[in-house]
């Protein structure tokens, strides 16, 4: 208990919204920390203020809504700003909210864009953050931000420099304190082996995602990409029962833990491997349930790819109108993916599966 009574209740939401949080009750979190939000704005107080929109926005992205989390972080970001000269966010505690806040806010656009130039602009962002951080004597705090601009640079197609950027990030990160902001040390080898299958490297892959399942502290996140991705693996090398065996593991987790964010990519491993395994029935059952997965999870590029996968099983089960009615939308989706990122490989694949309407 503080001697302000005003600062205690803000406490309370957060504990309640930390606590919802930790039992994968995202909803009630994220109305809890916006309370708290409430509460703190009535303060003028910059250090709680920033603390309560940290909360709100980690239930933010969990629901998937990366846009609202977007607005969060740009507001604790002006937050900072506003308040620079206080002595509430001048020492350590101040910088830990303002550091991830720095972080999140290019994590959440990623989370939304694919263009080429907007994503070059984000290393600018970087940049200044990381010099933000030396200056404030926390350099080994840029790990976070090293880590994105790792997926930046993997996004822009320079996939050397982001393996080396990953593996600065994951050697800060090791380094880092349990109370230090930052990503967990899974999040970094997920990501390093993401870029390691990238540049051919499975091995190495296969041997940090075998790790990390290994370890039973490793978050459910972790666990599922590891699985999944040793599934894709096994699949593109013919291990067929191997790869059914740890995308079905995948998705089970993901499922249990309501972790919708990864569970679409599961799912996609998992309807590929049924379709290899001969099992087809389960396979439409499985895309059908992909589908729904991407529609709620509300973006764009998993619906595409969810689409895409239905797509081939309907065509494979000889289900021609159903095939036939989803190429429209996925034309549409395939579209918009491609003029976002310049590029124009989704329309493609579209087209190609005209074709093979056609064909037949």
């Not at 303002?98 to 994590?107: E, F, G, K």
Request: hydrophobic share 40%; glycine share 4%; charged share 30%.
């Amino acid at each position: 208990m503080s001697n302000d009574p005003a600062i205690d209740v803000i406490e309370a939401f957060i504990t309640e919204a930390r606590e919802s949080y930790k039992e994968h009750r995202w909803q009630k979190s994220a109305t809890t920390a916006a309370s708290a939000v409430q509460a703190a704005k009535t303060t003028k107080d910059p250090f709680m203020i920033l603390r309560a929109l940290y909360f709100h926005r980690r239930a933010l992205w969990m629901m998937a809504d990366f846009s609202a989390a977007l607005v969060l972080d740009t507001e604790s970001l002006a937050v900072a700003e506003q308040y620079a000269s206080s002595t509430r966010i001048g020492g350590r505690n101040g910088a830990w909210y303002i550091a991830q806040a720095r972080a999140n806010w290019v994590q959440d656009i990623l989370a939304q864009t694919s263009d080429p130039e907007k994503l070059r602009q984000l290393l600018e962002v970087i940049d200044d953050g990381e010099r933000w951080l030396v200056a404030r004597g926390f350099p080994a705090w840029r790990s976070g931000l090293l880590l994105h601009r790792s997926r930046v640079l993997s996004r822009i197609g320079e996939n050397d420099k982001a393996i080396d950027a990953a593996e600065e990030a994951l050697q800060l990160a090791e380094r880092l304190a349990d109370d230090d902001p930052s990503y967990t040390i899974g999040d970094h080898k997920v990501t390093l082996a993401g870029y390691l299958r990238t540049a051919k490297r499975e091995s190495d892959a296969a041997a940090i995602y075998q790790s990390l399942l290994d370890n039973p502290h490793s978050a459910t996140y972790e666990r599922v990409h590891s699985h999944y991705n040793l599934g894709e693996i096994a699949l593109d090398e013919g291990r067929v029962e191997d790869g059914l065996r740890h995308a079905t593991q995948a998705v089970e987790i993901a499922e249990h833990d309501e972790d919708y964010l990864v569970v679409c990519s599961a799912m996609y491993t998992l309807v590929r491997a049924l379709q290899l395994a001969k099992e087809m029935d389960k396979a439409h059952q499985a895309a059908i349930r992909y589908e729904e997965r991407a529609r709620a999870s509300r973006s764009s590029s998993k619906l595409y790819f969810a689409l895409r996968s239905r797509f081939d099983v309907e065509f494979a089960l000889g289900n021609r109108e159903q095939a036939k009615d989803m190429l429209p939308e996925l034309e549409k989706i395939a579209t918009a993916l491609d003029r976002e990122e310049g590029k124009a490989i989704k329309a493609t694949e579209v087209a190609r599966r005209y074709e093979r309407m056609a064909d037949q």
